[in-house]
């Protein structure tokens, strides 16, 4: 009975282990953040983008609309990706599309902006990536969703067809 | 008494270098234990993505802040959740994880106690 019993142990454990990571290989191991949650927004200070004055992020997201805030850059391959449909979402009166520039230079950002236009009402700096940060950001281009001083969507990587329609179902 | 005097004055400037390397310290101990999500597998310390870079001037604002070691690893939690911390918490997700190798380690100490000790008395 002992002699039996000690194999069927042995083959119980070989087949859970085996089991475990024959399920473990087929799970991704890419962590991204969860962006399904509703969260307060940041408090911080910055400066406006191509000027030396400051602004207090509770004097821009005050009124009671959708804001879109949307972290891009100049040398961000898949901001370009992103744009048309940005500038398309900026043609809607009940949203404001917010910039933040992100470690970028100065004189390139300028020039992105003329070449593409701007959809943004207002653009922000992010000299050192910290403000980025603040929102739970960790890359170009995210986009942050806020309607009354929450977090209500966050996307995280290029907008696409898919995720502007979805923008626009929730602003409607 | 003239001695005294370069005394307190080298004493001093020892004091100020051993409190910036203990500050850099705890800078650099938190940036290891905090996970680079751009380059998986890499510390904030190790990594030289924009977020980490990023990340690492952040800790050293918010220690300058005056908040602790604990503090920021809340604050970064709540940011980006557990992952960012190569040392998990204690929680019921985690409880496997931490009590597993006490388990084995009395199970497998039972049974050599058991084989080996009891069969020799």
């Given at each position: 009975?002992?002699?039996?019993?000690?194999?069927?142990?042995?083959?119980?454990?070989?087949?859970?282990?085996?089991?475990?990571?024959?399920?473990?290989?087929?799970?991704?191991?890419?962590?991204t953040?969860k962006d399904n949650y509703e969260?307060?927004?940041?408090?911080?200070?910055?400066?406006?983008?191509?000027?030396?004055?400051?602004?207090?992020?509770?004097?821009?997201?005050?009124?009671?609309k959708y804001y879109l805030l949307n972290i891009w850059?100049?040398?961000?391959?898949p901001c370009r990706d992103e744009h048309p449909f940005l500038i398309n979402l900026s043609t809607y009166k009940n949203i404001e599309i917010i910039g933040?520039?992100?470690?970028?230079?100065?004189?390139?950002?300028?020039?992105?902006?003329?070449?593409f236009n701007?959809p943004y009402?207002?653009?922000?700096?992010?000299?050192?990536?910290?403000?980025?940060?603040?929102?739970?950001?960790?890359?170009?281009p995210e986009s942050f969703l806020i309607y009354?001083?929450?977090i209500i969507k966050k996307i995280i990587g290029p907008l696409d067809k898919n995720s502007l329609d979805e923008i626009k179902r929730i602003i409607k | 008494?003239?001695?005294?005097?370069?005394?307190?004055?080298?004493?001093?400037?020892?004091?100020?270098?051993?409190?910036?390397?203990?500050?850099?310290?705890?800078?650099?101990?938190?940036?290891?234990?905090?996970?680079?999500?751009?380059?998986?597998?890499?510390?904030?310390?190790?990594?030289?993505?924009?977020?980490?870079?990023?990340?690492?001037?952040?800790?050293?604002?918010?220690?300058?802040?005056?908040?602790?070691?604990?503090?920021?690893?809340?604050?970064?939690?709540?940011?980006?959740?557990?992952?960012?911390?190569?040392?998990?918490?204690?929680?019921?997700?985690?409880?496997?994880?931490?009590?597993?190798?006490?388990?084995?380690?009395?199970?497998?100490?039972?049974?050599?106690?058991?084989?080996?000790?009891?069969?020799?008395?």
């Open positions: 009975m002992r002699i039996k019993f000690i194999p069927l142990f042995f083959l119980i454990i070989f087949l859970a282990i085996f089991f475990v990571f024959y399920k473990g290989l087929q799970i991704s191991n890419i962590y953040p969260k307060n927004i940041p408090s911080f200070n910055t400066k406006i983008f191509g000027t030396d004055n400051k602004i207090n992020s509770e004097k821009i997201f005050k009124d009671e850059a100049s040398w961000c391959v933040l520039n992100y470690k970028d230079d100065n004189y390139n950002a300028q020039k992105f902006l003329k070449e701007s009402e207002l653009i922000l700096f992010d000299v050192d990536g910290t403000i980025a940060i603040e929102w739970g950001a960790y890359g170009v009354n001083n929450k | 008494m003239r001695y005294h005097k370069y005394f307190i004055i080298i004493l001093f400037i020892f004091n100020f270098s051993l409190s910036y390397a203990q500050e850099k310290d705890l800078n650099n101990k938190i940036t290891k234990n905090l996970r680079c999500l751009i380059c998986q597998g890499q510390s904030v310390y190790d990594s030289d993505s924009e977020f980490a870079n990023s990340l690492k001037i952040l800790v050293k604002k918010k220690l300058n802040d005056g908040l602790n070691e604990k503090q920021i690893y809340d604050y970064l939690k709540n940011k980006y959740g557990n992952w960012i911390l190569y040392d998990p918490v204690f929680d019921k997700n985690t409880y496997f994880l931490w009590l597993l190798p006490i388990l084995m380690f009395i199970v497998v100490g039972a049974i050599i106690f058991r084989i080996f000790i009891l069969k020799k008395n």
